[in-house]
């Protein structure tokens, strides 16, 4: 290492203090770590500052030395957004404070390190809805939340993380802070700078704090499953269920036959609540907007018609907290059942709600043509038409000859989705995994106001060099 | 003019056709009138294109010339965004067509130039929402709407315009297009280019078509006027009814009793709705998302212990149509109403929800002290925090003398709002008008952020120069 680097690093510790810096070795592990095992991360220091003022004292010294800086938050991504190849990673997660919770204003100030879940429940205390809700909830922070414009299963309802900020704060790739931390639905002072590191994973400066909105909480949610002959069904369903039932449709989730199979068989406890097998799935969840409404009948409206017509097969409703919470755990499953059957390749896009039926159609096709037994496991959001298109390996098939192939059979699904007018990047962002795929892809203007964008908030390319975009 | 110039103009007239410019002169008023006639606008030449490309081969032009080009929409705006001092006026409103409506993915695609009103009556005959609804609407184009981030009175249950914007097209400052017109309701593909166009009042770019959401139509509405002591009341009332009634709560608008006194003077056929005056009314909407809710009960819920209690002191429910458009006449004819009382200091301040009493009794006190006679008719939107505090001159004084002292009005209440964490322009947009407040109030980082991010956009500053920031 040069000798001014040293000197940085050096300073960079004196800043944050004995608490605030981890050198790589055992104690990294948890910043090291890379969700799908695709990236090795190589930072020369861990830095975990306590106050936005740190971060800003530690960027200041990266830009004036030109050290790379990795910003991470739960280290919970799954396209390699928070691997460093060298520099300090700049992790948020001793800034978890709750600043303050406002139930008039139906908002909270947090720190970026806040886990997700912690502020859904500091929501839930005061009887308030902090609607996003994933997989992660429990270790994802929301700093890398909204860096990475977090999806999850209400964005149908309450739309993705991007639509959940009033305020921000960030540090610049300077050094500057921008304090844009307020709590008003209505701003219109010029340019909405916020929006800038929305989803900019950490590329255009490093988030620090925000203001997020909060909703009234649900009166009541009911939820079901029902069972049905294919995904076109499906969307015909879907599309009732809005026309019916209107924004109560809280949300409506795809379940394949295959992935329900692989997680009665791995998961403890898990079971099909049919007795006949059914192709397709759906998870529906309806919340109630005030006291007195009836969900059950609101949800019969549409169920009873539907079944009388063929258009689904049988329907479970949930008559207990217990019954929903199992339901949820057959969806929330789907991942960590698909592990235990070797290798898969996955692909997060999106097209058009219409789309979907055409697009399983589709990329099935494509996909069976190059590898016949693979195993398709197509499951997730109906409602945003987004949908993780995840490839589980040939039964008894080598894992890596599989996965080997990871680059081929995305190109095959990418090429579609595109073609359809969708994203190959729905709601887990670019990271370093789909950089190839944004030169690609993205058209030349697109990727030219990214650069520029990029060049010039960042000129050093200090800030999470090597995503998203390369200069 | 110089000859390049006038060449260039020439140039343009030849590439949009006779059907697509105006000279200065008498057919050019409806492109120079200024809402407020605060401002004289002058431009050169008036450019109708009639498609993107049209557009786009326009400011390539410009460009070249450096030719500074206004871009206007419906001209509704109340800040003198759309006034040329030189250069073209380039006006989308040849471009008017609807492109395609997507039932299924609840989606319509428009050109820039199209009526907000015939955006609202297209989702409407497919049994959709367009939920974007302010005073303007029959006239307001949607490219304007978008490019000032426009507000209105269901902002409370669907957000601004940028919320409600899936895909963009826009023409960049150098002649480029961008086509960003994705229908998807995920996709996290690298910046989101679409939110640099979105408020930014044509200074980065011209925006020439959008894809924006549309939601289910409400099965059923109710509408009540309700009336009571004060805003602290209204405001403890609009906590409740969100509480109790949540996302139902679609409108709640704030009426003081001058506007009441105002609009019953002013505008045939209003009435004041109750037999006894009260200092304030509030208008609330509730909405159902599904067939079989009861919203009369739901409202009697929150009203019966309000009542009760002494929180409200009288209350009308509308139970025809008839009703309800009248209860929204009483709100929406308050500006009209205003004009006939002679000169008006205005005001678009936002702060957090909780604070409205509290700026209310501090604003008026400093108005008060200055102006004794001084007649305020603050009203708007509670649940956004967004209060269009007005102030009528005293009875029989000289308009213009009264108007003289604008400036020092506006810095009373500004310096106010911004202590309080609020904002001096809360869905009006800055345009020329507070261009000056920006410079005051904004932090110096921001401002050097929107002046660097309009330098890199539009090098040579002819999109809608003097607008927002100055370079």
Known sequence: ?????TAALDTIKAIVGPRGWVAPGD????FVREERGLYTSTP???????TTEEVARVVA???EEAIAITPQSGNTGLVGGAVAEDGIV??????????DLNAQNATISVQAGCILADIQAAAQRAGLLFPLSLAAEGSCRIGGNLSTNAGGVQVLRYGNARDLVLGLEAVLADGRIWNGMTALRKDNTGYDLKQLFIGAEGTLGIITGAVLKLFPAPKDRVCAMIAMDSPRQALELYVRARERLGDSVTAFEMIPRLAMTFVCRHIPGARDPFIAPYPTY?????????????LQD????LLAPALEKGLVGDAVVAVSEAQTQNLWRLRESISEAQKHEGGSIKHDISVAVSHIPEFLDRAGALVKKAIPDARICAFGHIGDGNIHFNISQPEGADKDEFLSRWGEINRLVHDLVVDMGGSFSAEHGIGKLKVGEMERYVSDVALDMMRTLKRTLDPKNIMNPGKIVRP
Do not use: F, W, Y
């Open 44 to 50: 020369e220091l861990i830095v975990l500052p306590a």
């Open 1 to 5: 290492m040069a000798p001014t680097k």
């Open 298 to 301: 609101a949800l019969q409206d």
């Open 61 to 63: 010294i990266c830009a």
């Open 27 to 30: 104690d990294a592990a948890p």
């Open 282 to 294: 759906i998870l529906i969840e309806l919340s109630a907007a005030h006291v007195g409404e009836s």
């Open 90 to 99: 700049l992790s948020t997660r001793r800034m978890d404070a709750i600043l």
